[in-house]
């Protein structure tokens, strides 16, 4: 990342607010709902290239009748959309945004509607929701109604609130200040595996001076928030074994090797009773200054109910409290598996036991680097490692082995927290809002986005918008109609203000 200590940012702040009257909102959230039903009726699972290729078509017409430049970039798997507006002055700075279009899969079954992909309109009724017609936006609407369907939240509905805030802009004579750039992927839920190729292969067409990530939604208070990093990811699985197959416990217990035991004393040796990793050199390289502490402190995190969701008594003490807690790179334990268990349960020795671990990944820590510490932790407890099933000869000549396979490394990305254009849409966000801005370092999630992050080596921010309990990747998705407001706001005040 680019570091831009010296570089002095002034900010001049049109009144905006003013020229953005309630009923220009109002008519841009109207608009918003009913451009949103129709986007969301184009299903978009990303296996499906047929409707991905209607989507990229929609969104060909919607951004050319705003008056964008667009291009359709080829990739070797769904292609991604392109577009440009330039502001009144060429040499202004450029804000690149990136959104998603694709969604994931979805199981009509298990939805409270009929078809995921037609929205419907609800209101809450005690703990139930319930439908309403959508004739009930002829009057006032209620900012807590939720639109119901696939990638309202995830993330079609802050394409659609760029759209109409550009709408709004137009109609209140405000041109920009800056140039504005936007990449919409069609592969995010897949991992966006063509993104990084493309991007080096259309680097000059994607050159900006910062990138705002609308993905993902607001701090569970609910107020603005500004994410200047996510983790990254890799995995492993962790194989040990017993007798070549299962045997009777009754004949065989005591005799043949439990492989369910040996995986469980070697998993617990990888970390103390608290969650602290023992292996050495895990958390090597990190470290927090005093503006970096407070920041993390500044977050309001409701502990209470944190615990309460999770429902625990205490957590672990990797950091002092939640914040600090995702500064730190990860080793966890995402699947078991050995023998049969419940009404399959069987009275085996069994042949196999097989842990499946992921490890979230901070700047500091190389996924690669992570993955053979552990390795070499597992050597240290006397086994011998192999990528693949032992030969009968390895099993006869090792008294300890273990198979380790490795996935692939999405690298972490982490924005400087004085970073100019972090402090220029913190400005806007307040002065919109009029409330501090949670400004969160490091979430701990990961978006797959951070190789195309690297390699356009620009600041990232992610701008969230939408709702906390948004169900995003699961079904009944929603987004509450309060947030396409805000969403509307944030596009009209950033894209109206200036940056010097």
């Not at 901070?362 to 032992?390: A, C, F, M, N």
């Not at 849409?425 to 951070?450: C, S, W, Y």
């Not at 009944?476 to 509307?488: K, P, S, V, Y």
């Amino acid at each position: 990342m680019k570091r831009y200590s010296i570089f002095i940012v002034i900010l001049f702040f049109y009144n905006i607010s003013l020229a953005q009257s309630n009923t220009s909102l109002d008519k841009g959230l109207r608009a918003s709902m009913e451009e949103l039903k129709d986007f969301i009726s184009l299903p978009n699972d990303a296996l499906v290239l047929d409707d991905m290729n209607k989507n990229i078509n929609w969104l060909e017409n919607k951004f050319k009748e705003r008056n964008f430049d667009t291009k359709i970039i080829a990739t070797n798997g769904i292609p991604i959309f392109f577009a440009e507006l330039k502001g009144q002055n060429k040499d202004a700075p450029t804000l690149l945004i990136y959104m998603h279009f694709d969604g994931q899969s979805v199981d009509p079954a298990k939805w409270d509607q009929k078809d995921p992909y037609k929205v419907v309109l609800k209101e809450k009724n005690g703990d139930q929701w319930q439908d309403l017609n959508w004739d009930e936006i002829d009057g006032k609407i209620d900012p807590e109604w939720r639109l119901f369907g696939r990638s309202t939240s995830d993330d079609k509905g802050p394409i659609v609130m760029l759209l109409n805030a550009i709408d709004m802009l137009k109609a209140d004579g405000v041109e920009l200040p800056l140039n504005l750039k936007v990449i919409l992927d069609g592969e995010e839920e897949k991992s966006s595996k063509p993104l990084p190729q493309a991007v080096i292969e259309n680097r000059d067409l994607l050159e900006a001076d910062i990138l705002m990530i609308n993905d993902g939604p607001v701090h569970p208070s609910g107020k603005p928030t500004l994410v200047y990093g996510c983790r990254g990811i890799t995995s492993m699985t962790i194989t040990t074994f017993g007798p070549i197959r299962p045997q009777h416990s009754g004949h065989y217990g005591n005799y043949a090797p439990n492989p369910g035991f040996r995986l469980f004393h070697l998993l617990g040796s990888m970390k103390d009773e608290n969650g602290k990793v023992l292996i050495e050199g895990y958390y090597d390289g990190i470290e927090f200054d005093e503006m970096t502490k407070k920041v993390l402190r500044s977050v309001p995190d409701d502990v209470s109910q944190l615990h309460n969701t999770l429902a625990i008594h205490s957590p672990e003490t990797v950091g002092a409290f939640y914040q600090e807690s995702l500064q730190f790179p990860s080793l966890n334990v995402r699947g078991l598996q050995s023998g049969w268990v419940g009404e399959k349960a069987r009275t085996i020795v069994p042949g196999k036991a097989t842990a499946e671990i992921d490890l979230r990944l901070v700047v500091e820590t190389d996924g690669t680097r992570l993955k053979t510490l552990v390795k070499e932790h597992i050597k240290s407890k006397g086994y011998y490692i192999v990528d693949q099933l032992p030969t009968d000869e390895e099993r006869m000549i090792y008294p300890l082995i273990a198979m380790v396979e490795e996935g692939s490394v999405t690298d972490a990305f982490r924005t400087d927290l004085d970073n100019p254009y972090g402090q220029w849409m913190e400005k806007v966000l307040q002065t919109k809002f009029n409330e501090d801005v949670v400004k969160i370092r490091t979430m701990g999630g990961t978006v797959p986005i951070a190789p195309f992050i690297n390699i356009l080596d620009i600041p990232a921010i992610v701008l969230p918008i939408v709702n906390p309990d948004n169900n995003q990747h699961s079904p009944n998705e929603n987004l509450r109609i309060g947030q396409i407001t805000f969403g509307l706001q944030v596009f009209y005040n950033l894209l109206s203000t200036k940056i010097n």
